[in-house]
């Protein structure tokens, strides 16, 4: 056994209680550059989009602040911006299969004051990744922030109920089913009638269920028309706001009031997919780039209710340009809308405005995510026939 | 003196369809075509009929 060392302890208390006393009195570290989000409505009211609504769905505005360690904004910051879907649920699916962990947008812009400010529809409920950065610029630089934000968007409490009251017809009907095949068979000599009766049954559901295979198959062997199939159809368009239901907006490029406003990119793109999208602003006649705000707002625009599917409102790149890339999860006809304005003194009036349709092509949702839910579904079915069965061998035993 | 049973193709027909299995599995058979065709298939006409449905119902995926 060693000898214990009295010297030793007292020497290791001392240098602990140092310790002590050195954290006690070290100076606080203040809390490193970050960006603060704030969404409207705030997050805990943020619902996913709901499709056929009779009134505008506003989209989620995001509101994302640059701010230093002492919590006062930064400026003079340029910002980029991603948001990503949340990952695929194949077991408990969403009603957008095909947008589960695709992008939804990408953006990078210059922020005088630090705020970059966006506007989303979120296509579904899960947990969605904003990743964020952003680099001071001038003079005195700093470091850039890197920032993955996520924002949790519950499912539609509606969804729930629907669900609720199909599983009770789902399970009335196997309830039903089992109690009556359940019956047991008393042949009696001589009697026809039953015998063609459920002859009868059992032919017209083979029938039923032949008729219903042929719609299927025919349906599942036509995919390659299964892009114009998953669409929407054109509905009749209803003035539902001023703003959203803007079809005189000239497209293309667009030379008003001096200013030269160019919109390019993706004229047709597909669900679950990137499209992308540059404007550019130019002096008319010297062709030089020109500061200035954009507004941009992605519209539904041939849904019966217009919605805004991405917005944007901030400052375009000093050489007049700004990219974005948008995931548009509807197929749908869209229209992008710019709405810009020069930053120059006397020409803060001035609004140049220029669209762009987009095409968006539906996809069907994969063939598995669909069997696994029917398979959810059969199965309350499949459960409440084996209980309605066995109580009816059961009741019709004891009477036996 | 065995007497051996003669049972026709018909009537063993009948006895398969009217057996509980077979009744059962038609049964199920149809309740489940008649769900896939109201919530998943892609047919366009359906599709459109019942969209909203399809967009308010938990577990039913529609584009």
């Known amino acids: 056994m060693p000898k214990f060392n009295l010297t030793s302890l007292i020497s290791s208390s001392g240098l602990m209680s140092l310790l002590a006393v050195g954290c006690l009195n070290a100076p606080a570290k203040s809390a490193p550059a970050s960006v603060k989000l704030t969404t409207e409505p705030s997050l805990d009211r943020v619902v996913p989009y709901e499709a056929e609504l009779e009134t505008t769905q506003q989209p989620v505005k995001l509101t994302l602040q640059a701010i230093d360690s002492t919590g006062s904004p930064l400026t003079n910051v340029r910002m980029k911006a991603k948001l990503l879907a949340p990952a695929p649920t194949p077991w408990f699916t969403t009603d957008f299969p095909i947008v589960e962990g695709t992008q939804l947008f990408e953006l990078q812009a210059d922020a005088p004051t630090g705020q970059l400010q966006l506007q989303q529809m979120f296509p579904i409920r899960g947990n969605y990744q904003l990743q964020v950065t952003a680099t001071p610029l001038g003079a005195t630089g700093g470091e850039t922030i890197q920032q993955n934000i996520t924002i949790t968007v519950p499912e539609n409490s509606i969804k729930y109920q629907n669900f609720a009251i199909l599983a009770l017809l789902l399970t009335g009907a196997g309830l039903g089913g089992g109690w009556v095949i359940g019956a047991k068979r008393i042949t009696k000599a001589g009697e026809v009638a039953p015998q063609p009766v459920r002859l009868l049954l059992s032919g ?197 | 003196m065995l007497q051996k049973s003669t049972v026709t193709l018909p009537q063993q027909t009948i006895n398969a369809t009217l057996s509980t299995p077979v009744q059962s599995g038609l049964y199920l058979s149809l309740c489940a075509l008649t769900l896939w065709t109201v919530y998943f298939t892609t047919s366009p006409v359906i599709h459109d009929s019942v969209h909203s449905s399809r967009h308010h119902t938990l577990l039913v995926s529609c584009h």
Do not use: C
């Open chain 1, 204 to 400: 017209a559901s083979v029938v039923a269920i032949a008729a219903l295979l042929y719609v299927n198959v025919s349906a599942e062997m036509a995919q390659s028309d299964m892009s114009a199939l998953m669409s929407h159809p054109m509905g009749k368009a209803q003035e539902t706001s001023t703003e959203l239901n803007q079809k005189s907006i000239p497209a293309g490029t667009v030379t008003s009031q001096g200013i030269k406003l160019a919109i390019t990119g993706d004229k047709s793109a597909t669900v679950g997919k990137i499209a992308s999208f540059q404007v550019k602003a130019v002096d008319a006649k010297t062709n030089k780039p020109v500061a200035g705000n954009v507004r941009i707002q992605t519209i539904n625009s041939e849904s019966e209710v217009k919605w805004v599917a991405f917005g944007y409102q901030g400052a375009i790149g000093s050489n007049g340009q700004l990219a974005w890339q948008s995931g548009l999860f509807d197929g749908s006809g869209h229209q992008v809308n710019v709405e810009f304005t020069p930053a120059a003194v006397g020409q803060q009036g001035t609004k140049v405005k220029v669209a762009q349709v987009v095409d968006v092509e539906g996809v069907a949702p994969p063939l598995y995510v669909r069997l696994i839910s029917l398979g959810y579904m059969t199965g309350i079915v499949a459960s409440a026939f084996l209980v309605a069965f066995w109580l009816r061998r059961r009741q019709d035993g004891r009477l036996n």
